[in-house]
């Protein structure tokens, strides 16, 4: 009898990258029937602490919250190696953003929480991510937390960087990459169902990097009016050897981060990093 499996993750380019062997049909998934949802990441996290889905991508700020319900798979990470999400702005007077009014994509994205580990001081604002940009040059914001592919589109807007995130984070941990998001199975599926649908996901990412070009003509509709070369710049940045195995220096940069952020009184309680096998 077909087990029936819904992979839930975000509408971006380098997310669908991850699942071209999926959903190409080149991945064989026997017996067990894979569905696919997509929804922004901090919807996902917010279905996440309610478990309605089977294997969810997240934001490691929300897997803080969910170890116990769910397992971190070890593959399928977005990492940022000397780069991350950016925070920019209009006016040129901003230069910080202590004491100032930020338009961030949601509380339980990494982006957020890493933003409050560089500068706690500030006023925040949610705005969906892809109206952030506008949000700020408007002058409703005085700065904004860019993630996806804003990260490569500011400029077009009128807008500045301040601070990268991801290189600010490199510099302070010694060349650590920066975890934002990664894939995770809930428990309660079992050892057994755990170990072949993780088997399943890592295949899926090894062959859409085999067969790349392929799979970036596949994101690029994914990719909110991302040229080709620009669908391939943002996922070669997030979809990469730390995507299909974290390594020893993506462990070292979750738990860097968990760690961090407890301490910070930023999450609830300290987190081991453990993956599912």
């Not at 971006?12 to 696919?36: K, R």
């Not at 934002?180 to 599926?189: A, M, Q, S, T, V």
């Not at 996901?201 to 040229?227: C, M, P």
């Amino acid at each position: 009898m077909p087990h029936r499996i819904t992979v839930a993750h975000s509408p971006d380019s380098d997310d669908a990258f991850m699942f071209y062997g999926l959903a190409s049909g080149a991945v064989d998934t026997g017996e067990i029937e894979i569905d696919q949802v997509l929804s922004d990441i901090e919807t996902l996290n917010r279905a996440a602490f309610e478990g309605k889905y089977e294997v969810t991508a997240v934001s490691f700020h929300a897997f803080a919250h969910l170890a116990d319900k769910y397992a971190l798979l070890p593959h399928g990470a977005s990492m940022g190696d000397r780069y991350g999400p950016i925070v920019v702005a209009s006016d040129p007077s901003v230069e910080g953003v202590k004491g100032r009014r930020v338009a961030i994509p949601g509380t339980l994205t990494t982006a957020y929480l890493t933003l409050r580990i560089y500068e706690p001081d500030f006023e925040y604002v949610i705005v969906p991510f892809d109206r952030i940009e506008a949000f700020v040059a408007e002058g409703s914001a005085d700065a904004g937390l860019l993630i996806h592919e804003g990260q490569l589109t500011y400029a077009d807007n009128g807008l500045r960087k301040i601070v990268d995130l991801g290189e600010w984070w490199a510099d302070r941990t010694g060349g650590l990459p920066l975890p934002l998001g990664g894939n995770i199975i809930r428990r309660d599926l079992g050892p057994e169902m755990i170990r072949r649908v993780s088997t399943l996901l890592h295949d899926s990412i090894a062959y859409a990097l085999a067969h790349r070009k392929e799979a970036v003509e596949y994101a690029q509709q994914f990719g909110r009016g991302l040229d080709r070369d620009r669908t391939d710049t943002f996922v070669g940045m997030y979809v990469n050897d730390l995507t299909l195995g974290y390594g020893e220096r993506g462990r070292r940069g979750v738990e860097r981060l968990m760690n961090d952020a407890f301490e910070k009184g930023l999450i609830p309680r300290r987190v081991a990093v453990e993956f599912a096998t």
